[in-house]
């Protein structure tokens, strides 16, 4: 879930930008939820999370675990902010929204800065996913004006009105690997359509959210339209369970959407939901060799690995493979792992402690089950300050078949399998056999090859020829398990409103059950 550079100058840009000195950032002394256009403690709090820096595990922040109470503030809170931001026309909610995506501009290098203390991504990584951002709250912003219902012409003159209405209160929750970009990713539409929002962060990253509501009221957003409740799974709970909220919107792991969907149903809540995928990235030996290592570079080891759309399964026609493997092995063993803060950094450090030992399992799994670890999958151990951070060394297993656990499950790690196949058919058939369906990858210089595997492959979003690419302006969702419902694009104007028939009768009524004798 990456926006990237689409030029080496706009690369070198984000690479090198220097810091911010006019921000207006400063989440780090508390309190931590925003409700009604302040910063507030929580009034019931169930325990406490200690927020950690993974690149060195010092406490960034103690936090208070919200309940019961505290979401019922911020839910009242932004129904009564409903009613008056609804009301305003498209064209004066989106231009708040665009404010706030110039306000995100504005404090980019602190942002980001603030996203890679909390999460351990790389800093140029962040910069870019800061920018998706601005770009997120820019685009929607700027189509809010269009959203918009249809007249039709019916007999005799009578004619109907299909109108396209906000939903009320949004209850959002987000991940831990794009604690921002998936928080804007939500908000931003929902904001555009006339919603209100009440998000929950990743208890692991709470931060940047936090930041971006707080430049929401600088940007003019009237407050309660966009409200913050920190805590664990238990407040996000409560927040599905609340009766007004019309509508959650999560993004995380399966097994905590299909808990989601099944809260949600008590009152029929929609839902949109951005799931885990355990995705297929299909390099054929028409391909350009380079531009398919650089592809599985991006498709494995962006952001540590920790990225819901990667093609971790790499799947190689038979006849390049071990070309594909060699260069593949050389690429990744050149990565420089490091001080997430320096520019030179490509991998930082795994989000936590507990997420780390997960991954390092899964890989010794792997290789009790035959699979041949060429490179990577350890420990690295940095010197001070980093000595207590977990930084894991890119990992590629070869040897590998379609019924090991690391090809079925989703390791959300720096750790990609290779999986050499012959035939065109024989490659799909694979790859569609798995529960997800989130996105897929193919490299070929063959555009009719493309487009028939494009069109037999069971994924939500597809790149030819590229990995981890993803324009605001194109929608992002899953088949079959890995979601439902989309995020960007005018598409996911759908997912937040509902549709209103009005029948206008224009004649004296023809009514047969009308007797007056």
Same mark, same amino acid.
């Given at each position: 879930?990456?926006?990237?550079?689409?030029?080496?100058? %706009?690369?070198?840009?984000? %690479?090198?930008?220097?810091?911010?000195?006019?921000?207006?950032?400063? #989440?780090?002394?508390?309190?931590?939820?925003? $409700?009604?256009? !302040?910063?507030?403690?929580?009034?019931?709090?169930?325990?406490?999370?200690?927020?950690?820096?993974?690149?060195?595990?010092?406490?960034?922040?103690?936090?208070?675990?919200?309940?019961?109470?505290?979401?019922?503030?911020?839910?009242?809170?932004?129904?009564?902010?409903?009613?008056?931001?609804?009301?305003?026309?498209?064209?004066?909610?989106?231009?708040?929204?665009?404010?706030?995506?110039?306000?995100?501009?504005?404090?980019?290098?602190?942002?980001?800065?603030?996203? #890679?203390?909390?999460?351990?991504?790389?800093?140029?990584?962040?910069?870019?996913?800061?920018?998706?951002?601005?770009?997120?709250?820019?685009?929607?912003?700027?189509?809010?004006?269009?959203?918009?219902?249809?007249?039709?012409?019916?007999?005799?003159?009578?004619?109907?009105?299909?109108?396209?209405?906000?939903?009320?209160?949004?209850?959002?929750?987000?991940?831990?690997?794009?604690?921002?970009?998936?928080?804007?990713?939500?908000?931003?539409?929902?904001?555009?359509?006339?919603?209100?929002?009440?998000?929950?962060?990743?208890?692991?990253?709470?931060?940047?959210?936090?930041?971006?509501?707080?430049?929401?009221?600088?940007?003019?957003?009237?407050?309660?339209? +966009?409200?913050?409740?920190?805590?664990?799974?238990?407040?996000?709970?409560?927040?599905?369970?609340?009766?007004?909220?019309?509508?959650?919107?999560?993004?995380?792991?399966?097994?905590?959407?299909?808990?989601?969907?099944?809260?949600?149903?008590?009152?029929?809540? %929609?839902?949109?939901?951005?799931?885990?995928?355990? @995705?297929?990235?299909?390099?054929?030996?028409?391909?350009?060799?380079?531009?398919?290592?650089?592809?599985?570079?991006?498709?494995? +080891?962006?952001?540590?690995?920790?990225?819901?759309?990667?093609?971790?399964?790499?799947?190689?026609?038979?006849?390049?493979?071990?070309?594909?493997?060699?260069?593949? $092995?050389?690429?990744?063993?050149?990565?420089?792992?490091?001080?997430?803060?320096?520019?030179?950094?490509?991998?930082?450090?795994?989000?936590?402690?507990?997420?780390?030992?997960? #991954?390092?399992?899964?890989?010794?799994?792997?290789?009790?089950?035959?699979?041949?670890?060429?490179?990577?999958?350890?420990? #690295?151990?940095?010197?001070?300050?980093?000595? @207590?951070?977990? +930084?894991?060394?890119?990992?590629?297993?070869?040897?590998?078949?379609?019924?090991?656990?690391?090809?079925?499950?989703?390791?959300?790690?720096?750790?990609?399998?290779?999986?050499? +196949?012959?035939?065109?058919?024989?490659?799909?058939?694979?790859?569609?056999?798995?529960?997800?369906?989130?996105?897929?990858?193919?490299?070929?210089?063959?555009?009719?090859?493309?487009?028939?595997?494009?069109?037999?492959?069971?994924?939500?979003?597809?790149?030819?020829?590229?990995?981890?690419?993803?324009?605001?302006?194109?929608?992002?969702?899953?088949?079959?398990?890995?979601?439902?419902?989309?995020?960007?694009?005018?598409?996911?104007? !759908?997912?937040?409103?509902?549709?209103?028939?009005?029948?206008?009768?224009?004649?004296?009524?023809?009514?047969?059950?009308?007797?007056?004798?």
């Amino acid at each position: 879930m990456l926006l990237l550079p689409t030029s080496p100058m %706009r690369q070198s840009l984000f %690479r090198w930008m220097p810091f911010s000195s006019f921000s207006t950032v400063n #989440v780090k002394g508390g309190p931590y939820n925003f $409700v009604d256009g !302040q910063k507030t403690d929580s009034m019931d709090s169930n325990g406490f999370t200690n927020v950690l820096n993974p690149a060195t595990s010092k406490r960034l922040a103690k936090i208070a675990v919200s309940g019961v109470s505290d979401v019922d503030m911020a839910v009242k809170s932004s129904k009564k902010a409903y009613d008056s931001w609804s009301m305003l026309s498209g064209f004066e909610r989106g231009k708040l929204v665009s404010q706030l995506g110039h306000k995100i501009l504005k404090n980019l290098e602190a942002l980001a800065h603030l996203e #890679v203390e909390n999460n351990g991504k790389p800093i140029w990584e962040a910069r870019l996913d800061i920018q998706s951002c601005a770009d997120c709250f820019l685009y929607f912003g700027g189509i809010a004006s269009t959203i918009s219902g249809k007249h039709i012409q019916l007999p005799n003159s009578s004619f109907g009105l299909v109108k396209r209405e906000s939903l009320g209160v949004v209850g959002g929750i987000g991940a831990w690997n794009y604690p921002l970009q998936t928080c804007s990713w939500k908000v931003a539409p929902a904001l555009a359509c006339g919603n209100t929002m009440v998000y929950k962060p990743s208890e692991l990253t709470p931060l940047t959210a936090l930041a971006l509501a707080e430049l929401a009221t600088e940007a003019g957003i009237p407050r309660g339209v +966009f409200n913050i409740v920190q805590g664990s799974g238990e407040t996000g709970k409560h927040l599905c369970c609340h009766p007004d909220v019309a509508k959650i919107s999560f993004t995380g792991s399966v097994q905590t959407g299909k808990n989601i969907l099944k809260l949600a149903a008590d009152d029929l809540k %929609r839902v949109t939901l951005e799931l885990g995928g355990k @995705n297929p990235l299909i390099i054929y030996d028409d391909c350009d060799l380079t531009n398919a290592v650089k592809g599985a570079l991006l498709a494995n +080891f962006l952001s540590q690995g920790q990225v819901c759309s990667n093609g971790s399964r790499v799947f190689v026609q038979r006849s390049i493979v071990d070309r594909f493997t060699d260069e593949f $092995v050389k690429a990744t063993t050149q990565l420089a792992i490091g001080d997430p803060l320096d520019n030179k950094t490509q991998v930082g450090a795994t989000v936590s402690k507990t997420h780390a030992e997960k #991954v390092l399992a899964y890989i010794k799994q792997g290789v009790g089950e035959g699979a041949v670890q060429l490179c990577g999958g350890e420990r #690295v151990h940095m010197p001070k300050p980093f000595q @207590n951070g977990y +930084f894991i060394s890119p990992c590629i297993l070869t040897n590998c078949h379609d019924e090991m656990t690391a090809v079925r499950e989703e390791i959300f790690g720096p750790v990609a399998t290779i999986l050499p +196949f012959d035939t065109e058919e024989e490659v799909i058939h694979r790859a569609n056999q798995t529960p997800y369906g989130l996105s897929a990858g193919i490299f070929t210089n063959d555009l009719r090859k493309a487009h028939r595997t494009s069109n037999r492959l069971q994924s939500g979003t597809i790149w030819v020829n590229n990995f981890n690419v993803t324009p605001v302006e194109l929608p992002f969702g899953g088949f079959k398990q890995s979601g439902i419902g989309v995020e960007c694009s005018t598409e996911a104007i !759908q997912c937040y409103t509902q549709l209103k028939s009005t029948y206008i009768e224009m004649n004296d009524i023809d009514c047969p059950l009308y007797n007056t004798q």
